[in-house]
C-alpha cells in the first residue's frame, strides 16, 4: 500500500464531518497511516423533502458508495441506519465501532421532559418510527400531540424549539453527544416508550472488499458487541422487508450472564400503527454468535402476529 493519505469519503454535514473525523484520528492512531476528508454530496443532501417521498433507500449513502466503486476515495464513514440491508457488490462493512448511545431524546421548550408536554403540543419529527410510537404514547397518556415533518441539520431543528414554532423535536442522542449538544437534551426517551431505529447510534465503515490490506487496518476499530447487536437489528428490518422509513424500532444488546465470560444477546423490536392506534412489541434471546437467527426469529414472531398488517397503516 502507498504511503499517500487515505481519502474517507463523508457527507459535509456537521455531524457526518465529526463522525468522520473521529474515525480519521482513530484510524490514523490505529494504522499508522495520515488521513484525509474528502466531501461527497449525496441525493438526501441535496433534496428538502420529507425522506418518506424518497422512492428507494439508501439516499444518504449512494453516493458515497459510488465514490468508492470508482476509486475515488479508498473508504467511507456511514450511520449504519442510514444503510440499506442488502449487501453491496463489491464492498465491505470493515468495522462497526462502538455505539454511542442508541436511545431517541427530546429537546424541548422550558426544559419540558416528554410526560411535562402540554396538551396540543406540536413535536417536530418527520421519521414514521418516531410518529407513530409519539402518538402511541399519547393516546396512553390522554393528551393531544401534533407531530409535525421537518428536515434539515440539528442546528435547523433546534432552532425551530428555541423560536417557539415548535414545543419540542425528537434526535437521536447519538448524533447530539457527537457534536457536542448533549447537554440541550430535556429528556431521553426509554426505549419502552419509543425504540430506536435499527442500527441508530452505530456508525459503518466501508471499503473495497477487493483491497484485503486496507480491509485489515480498518478492522482494528470494530467492536464485536456493537456489531452483532446491529446485525441482529437489521435482520429483523430485513426479514420484515421494512425499509428504513418504516414503523419499526429494534434495539439489541449484549447482557454477559456467566462468569465463564458466556455473552447472550436480547433483541427487542415493535412494530406500530401509523396512527398509534396498535403495536406489536416481542423480544428473542439467544447467543451471540447467532445474531442473525435472533434476528430472523424475532421478525418471523412479528410476522406471524400482523405485523404486516401494522406496516402498511396510515394515519
Known amino acids: ?16 464531518m465529526a463522525q ?8 490514523a492512531e490505529a494504522a499508522g497511516r495520515s488521513v484525509e476528508l474528502v466531501e461527497i454530496t449525496t441525493a438526501g443532501d441535496i433534496s428538502s423533502a420529507p425522506l418518506t417521498q424518497f422512492g428507494s433507500v439508501g439516499v444518504f449513502v449512494s453516493a458515497l458508495r ?9 473508504l467511507a464513514v456511514h450511520s449504519y441506519k442510514d444503510l440499506p440491508t442488502a449487501p453491496a457488490p463489491g464492498l465491505v462493512i470493515a468495522a462497526v465501532p462502538p455505539r454511542e448511545d442508541p436511545r431517541d431524546v427530546l429537546i424541548a421548550r422550558d426544559g419540558l421532559t416528554l410526560g411535562q408536554l402540554p396538551d396540543g403540543a406540536r413535536v417536530g419529527t418527520g421519521a414514521p ?14 393528551v393531544a400531540i401534533e407531530c409535525v415533518p421537518i428536515r434539515g441539520n440539528v442546528d435547523t431543528r433546534l432552532r425551530k424549539v428555541t423560536d417557539g414554532e415548535l414545543d419540542a423535536v425528537v434526535l437521536a442522542h447519538a448524533g447530539l453527544a457527537r457534536l457536542g449538544r448533549d447537554g440541550e437534551i430535556t429528556d431521553a426517551l426509554d426505549p419502552g416508550v419509543v425504540l430506536p431505529a435499527p442500527a441508530q447510534g452505530a456508525l459503518a465503515v466501508e471499503c473495497r472488499s477487493a483491497d484485503a490490506e486496507l480491509t485489515a487496518l480498518i478492522g482494528a476499530l470494530d467492536h464485536p458487541h456493537t456489531r452483532a447487536a446491529v446485525l441482529a437489528e437489521r435482520t429483523l428490518l430485513a426479514t420484515l422487508e421494512a425499509g428504513c422509513s418504516a414503523p419499526v424500532g429494534a434495539l439489541a444488546d449484549v447482557r454477559t450472564l456467566r462468569t465463564d465470560g458466556y455473552h447472550e444477546l436480547h433483541l427487542s423490536g ?3 400503527a401509523l396512527d398509534g392506534s396498535a403495536a406489536l412489541r416481542h423480544s428473542a434471546s439467544g447467543p451471540l454468535d447467532d445474531a442473525e437467527e435472533i434476528g430472523r426469529r424475532l421478525a418471523v414472531t412479528l ?10 397503516s396510515t394515519a
Do not use: C, F, Y
Not at 410476522?303 to 402498511?312: Q, R
Open 1 to 16: 500500500m502507498s504511503a499517500r493519505p487515505l481519502r474517507l469519503g463523508t457527507r459535509g454535514s456537521k455531524l457526518a
Open 20 to 27: 468522520s473525523g473521529m474515525i480519521a484520528d482513530a484510524l
Open 66 to 74: 459510488e465514490a468508492l466503486l470508482a476509486d475515488e476515495i479508498d
Open 129 to 142: 418510527r418516531r410518529v407513530a410510537q409519539l402518538r402511541r404514547w399519547a393516546l396512553g397518556a390522554g
Open 270 to 272: 415493535a412494530v406500530i
Open 303 to 312: 410476522l406471524d402476529a400482523g405485523a404486516t398488517t401494522l406496516m402498511g
